[in-house]
């Protein structure tokens, strides 16, 4: 019996406070929506990984070839973000960046004992960013042959491309939905919230009317 008094309080509290709820979760849902597609750029990012064979020299041998091997990787990893290689990018790519602004974007990581090396690439769109990752691979496994004249340089990996406008809306659906609860929860506690504040002002004017009276009684 009193869970159900207290079911039937609160929905008639918020059958009361039907306009706050729905305010409250309209306003939410299109602040995010306007932060989403006026202010926020969303970046996305995407992986191709190429990989380095190994020193076949015979002159090197145990720790020498070790070095070596580091220290190939390490120049490569240099290379990949150099202004030679980052130029062909943009010719071949033909976005809006800036040679800085290009390579700001571009992050190089190695594993730790290992031959292969990221190369991640953060843009403005899945698509963009693909397809900058892969003409990094491909610019850097040519500029090796024809700066270094070897041929160790393969691609193992390369990012995939998809319908990006298809996903970036599939993500503005789910975060839009995100913010609708959010706001209806907020509401239905604000809802919650005024109606305590207004009990407690009631019960306060019915003391202070008792004491009144109590004091008249005693005159």
């Known amino acids: 019996m009193g869970k159900q008094l207290i079911g039937c309080r609160l929905l008639t509290c918020l059958s009361r406070n039907f306009r706050l709820v729905a305010g409250t979760t309209v306003s939410t849902v299109f602040a995010v929506w306007l932060v989403s597609v006026f202010i926020y750029e969303p970046e996305f990012t995407a992986t191709s ?3 380095v064979e190994p020193s076949s020299s015979d002159a090197i041998h145990g720790e020498a070839l070790a070095l070596a091997d580091y220290q190939t990787l390490e120049a490569y990893q240099v290379l990949a973000k150099s202004p030679a290689v980052i130029s062909q990018v943009l010719e071949s790519t033909s976005n809006s960046y800036s040679m800085a602004e290009l390579h700001d974007h571009i992050a190089i990581n190695r594993p730790d004992n290992s031959r292969i090396l990221n190369i991640v690439v953060t843009a403005e769109s899945k698509n963009e960013a693909a397809a900058v990752a892969n003409a990094l691979a491909y610019s850097l496994q040519e500029e090796v042959k024809t700066l270094l004249k070897v041929d160790n340089v393969s691609i ?7 319908n990006g406008a298809l996903e970036e809306s599939s993500s503005l659906s789910v975060l839009l939905s995100l913010a609708a ?3 209806m929860v907020g509401g239905i506690l ?10 407690a002002r009631k019960y306060a004017h019915l003391g202070r009317k008792k004491d009144a009276q109590l004091q008249t009684v005693f005159k």
């Open 49 to 51: 990984q190429v990989f």
């Open 190 to 199: 604000l809802s919650f919230a005024l109606e305590l504040v207004g009990f």
């Open 156 to 162: 193992v990996l390369k990012a995939g491309t998809s």
């Open 181 to 183: 609860v959010a706001g």
